[in-house]
């Protein structure tokens, strides 16, 4: 299959003939119903009857042509897009980051950075940190935004640049009596049911999350491993436990969780942007400046 017949046949839907298909298409009949011939024989099926007058889609070609139409689209879109980057008209910025970026800095640098270039056209990937440099290295996207504990191993051929300090404050159901606290000690965390995150066997942050506690003599009871840290605040929310985030997130949650200050842990998860050594793209400085400056206006705060 290819995109000349994917093109043709919609082309037939659309014009309610082969015949006139081909005149719209400026090539002869014969040239259109060969290739659509070709690309029944390779789905294995009809896509059109044609004992029919006028000719109708088979129910393969009504599965076929939407999907279809969605492939042309697209493919147009990237051709559009990609004469505009090479004639300077257009340009793009990939960003890679951590789930827990969309609830502090990253809303703001990303609006920073539109206001100043709005013809740029950002991409947005949710992806773990343990995972940005090989995406990166593969093109799926320019600069990753990352989360720590501890300092990061960066790659060969990587920069890593720290942008901001997070302290972890225990997030607590509203209802629990935690929540009326000032602030609460570790010891105290361990006696309740604690949620952990992320659930992926290839991520050691739930592991570093764990053995902030363990460094301590502790030792958390774990109720949940969440997938990602919007389902550990939804189960904090709904009572099922308590969890630790950065404090960074917690002005931009419900009204079912409250943060806590923990005042016996001293250890800081790091924000940080990771992107290649030969990086060219001057978008990714231009990016990581907003977000330097949006974090720097929230350690004010």
Known sequence: MNFKQIKYFCEIVKAGNATQAAKNLYIAPTAISMQISQLEAELGGLLFDRTTRPMEMTD???????????ILANTNRLERETKKIVSGQHGWLGLGFVRSALFSFMPPAIRAFRKE???????????????????????KFHVGISRFIGS??????????????????????????????ESLRLNELCKEEFIVYPKDSLSVFSGQLLSLFRENELEPRIAYEAVEINTA????????????????ISSHQNNDVVFVPVEDLKTKSVIGVIFLTDEKSVFVS???????????????T
């Open 60 to 70: 393969l070609g009504k599965f076929f042509y939407p999907r279809a139409t969605d």
């Open 117 to 139: 270039y709005p013809e740029i056209q950002l991409d947005l990937v949710e992806e773990l940190s343990d995972f940005q440099a090989d995406s990166i290295r593969s093109g």
């Open 152 to 181: 990061p191993v960066v790659p060969d051929g990587f920069i890593y640049r720290e942008i901001m300090q997070d302290p972890f404050v225990a997030a607590v159901p509203i209802n629990h009596p935690f929540a009326s606290r």
């Open 233 to 248: 605040i939804a189960l904090v929310s709904a009572g099922l436990g308590c969890t630790l985030v950065g404090e960074s």
């Open 286 to 300: 231009k990016f990581i400046e907003c977000l330097e400056l949006v974090c720097s206006l929230d350690m004010r």
